[in-house]
């Protein structure tokens, strides 16, 4: 296999229950060691995506390739290259952390050292504890624990770290970072734009099931060709204008304020961010609880 | 293959250590036949007649709670909780997971039999059993069925809080018609037809053969037969609805 050939390739997917179409057309690729986002508010059709890559459910139509397999056959040597981070999912609630990552190794042909993983998730002192005595967050890591163990060189996480305090989203994170480093692929999910900011090489933003925007989380801000210019006339009132040609409005602003003796007080001249991109992008979606 | 046995294996193995690792929890499920024992034994004390008949029945009742109460319990438990859809994201072979959930219940209705044939022997003047080989051939008939009645059971569950409900709305009922604690040929034609028409009865039929009266397989192919039955419906339609993850209703 070409080391060229993208770790994931999505064609035109369209995914359909009933009535309700989830996703409607989308295309990406991710490439061998990236780290790719799909950003999106809830109901916009990520995990519906993630979970016909993973194999769990079955497109409608539409070209989707893992690792050069067609996830939809369910192979089992694509299973032991790929490790899967769920939403949520449960674990048997007697079984200790060491225990359960050990029992998982079984399950490839070349895993990863036990103990290795039980520190790269910062389970150490827990690695004797129950599954039920765990934590929320510290399930989590296993939860990652058990992904990492069989060395996969693509990794799904579906909202890593969602419901965690910041500090743990932090530690989250340099975990992503340090499995990025290793050469990892990963395709994540998330609702949380600044997440997507620190962890992805590219960020796909997703709504109603297709995707709005793809690129570098800068470039998608400033890829834009719109400024933003901001000041606050005398009597103190903020003024904001958008334009694609900040050259000809500024001539304009500042000849005019010149005329007036306006002083133009805190202008600024900025490229939307990509927080702005996002939040455009996605305004007015609609309210759909039932599927992400 | 010897690859998928392995991995059969070593998921019993879990199994079994998750189930001892509740040790409460497992005492109250050997301690169960041998309370229902005790309790029908000091009502029927002097009654060998109904000695005979209970030994059995309860037999017969251990092997249905132990694989088709605990398999559609467990298997609602472990969709309702997602542990299905993370196993069914790795390489383990879905048969060699299932293949170990199931060995687990399989020891546990052995184990069952064990004590109250023990029980038995030791307390209610039945005897060894009579006919080992045909013991072991209505233990393994009888858990081969009620163990796939059990997992297609577990499709119509909708979630684990209606779990004992649903568990207990079938085997209740059904361990009172079919004599596992009385003698069920007083009850009324229409009951005693229902369970005619259900495996229990034959199960406990051949048990009681094995344990108590001596009659040999030749005597119980049509209990077999209709258990045979049982479990050819129970394995079609617990392979044909499986599900993995919880339905999201």
């Not at chain 1, 998982?104 to 150490?124: K, M």
């Not at chain 1, 694609?244 to 010149?258: F, G, I, V």
């Not at chain 2, 301690?31 to 229902?36: G, H, R």
């Not at chain 2, 009951?191 to 009681?208: C, M, V």
Request: glycine share 10%.
């Amino acid at each position: 296999m070409s080391t060229a050939a993208p770790a994931i390739l999505v064609r035109d997917l369209h995914k359909a229950y009933g009535d309700h179409e989830a996703v409607r057309g989308i295309d990406f690729e991710v490439a061998a060691g990236e780290v790719f986002g799909l950003l999106g508010p809830n109901g916009a059709g990520k995990t519906t995506t993630v979970e016909i890559l993973e194999g769990y459910r079955t497109r409608t139509s539409g070209i989707v390739s893992v690792l050069g397999q067609d996830p939809r056959q369910r192979s089992r040597h694509l299973r032991e290259r790929v490790g899967i981070v769920l939403q949520s999912s449960g674990i048997y609630r007697h079984i200790r952390v060491r225990e359960a990552i050990e029992q998982w190794a079984r399950f490839y042909p070349a895993p990863r050292d036990v103990d290795e993983v039980v520190a790269i998730v910062g389970l150490e002192e827990k690695a004797d504890a129950l599954a039920r005595t765990l934590s929320g967050g510290q399930l989590r890591r296993l939860d990652l624990g058990l992904a990492l163990i069989g060395d996969p060189e693509l990794i799904f996480l579906d909202e890593p770290t969602t419901g965690f305090d910041p500090a743990a989203r932090r530690a989250a994170w340099d975990t992503v970072r340090s499995l990025q480093d290793l050469g990892k692929t990963i395709l994540l999910t998330t609702h949380y734009l600044d997440e997507a900011q620190a962890l992805c090489d590219r960020v796909a933003i997703v709504k109603d099931g297709r995707i709005l925007a793809v690129g570098p989380p800068a470039e998608l801000g400033s890829g834009s060709s719109r400024y933003r210019v901001v000041w606050r006339d005398d009597a103190g009132e903020l003024h904001e204008r958008e334009t694609e040609n900040p050259t000809a409005l500024l001539h304009q602003l500042t000849s005019a304020a010149l005329a007036r003796g306006d002083a133009l007080r805190d202008l600024s001249v900025s490229r939307p961010t990509l927080e702005d991109i996002y939040l455009e992008l996605t305004a007015g979606t609609e309210q759909e609880p039932a599927r992400d | 293959m010897t690859d998928a046995l392995a991995l059969t294996w070593h998921q019993y193995r879990l199994e079994r250590r998750m189930f001892w690792r509740n040790p409460s929890a497992a005492f109250f499920n050997f301690f169960l036949p041998l309370l229902f024992l005790g309790l029908f034994g000091a009502i029927f004390s002097g009654s060998q007649k109904n000695l005979d008949v209970i030994v059995p029945g309860i037999a017969g009742m251990s092997v249905m709670s132990t694989t088709f109460s605990a398999l559609a319990m467990n298997l609602t438990f472990l969709r309702e909780q997602g542990v299905l859809k993370r196993m069914r994201g790795t390489p383990l072979p879905s048969g060699a997971y299932l293949g170990g959930i199931a060995a687990n219940a399989v020891t546990n209705a052995a184990i069952q039999v064990a004590i109250v044939v023990l029980a038995g022997r030791l307390f209610f003047g039945i005897g060894w059993p009579r006919d080992w080989i045909e013991l072991v051939v209505f233990v393994a008939a009888g858990v081969v069925c009620l163990a796939s009645l059990g997992v297609a059971y577990s499709h119509v569950i909708p979630n684990f809080d209606a779990a004992p409900a649903y568990v207990n709305i079938v085997f209740l009922p059904v361990i009172f018609i079919s004599g596992v604690f009385y003698d069920a040929s007083n009850a009324p034609q229409f009951l005693r037809d229902i369970a005619q028409a259900l495996p229990l009865t034959h199960i406990i039929d051949g048990l009681s053969g094995a344990l108590v009266n001596g009659k040999g397989l030749g005597d119980h192919l049509s209990d077999l037969l209709v258990i045979g039955l049982w479990a050819l419906a129970g394995i079609r339609l617990a392979t044909r609805g499986f599900s993995w993850d919880q339905r999201r209703a």
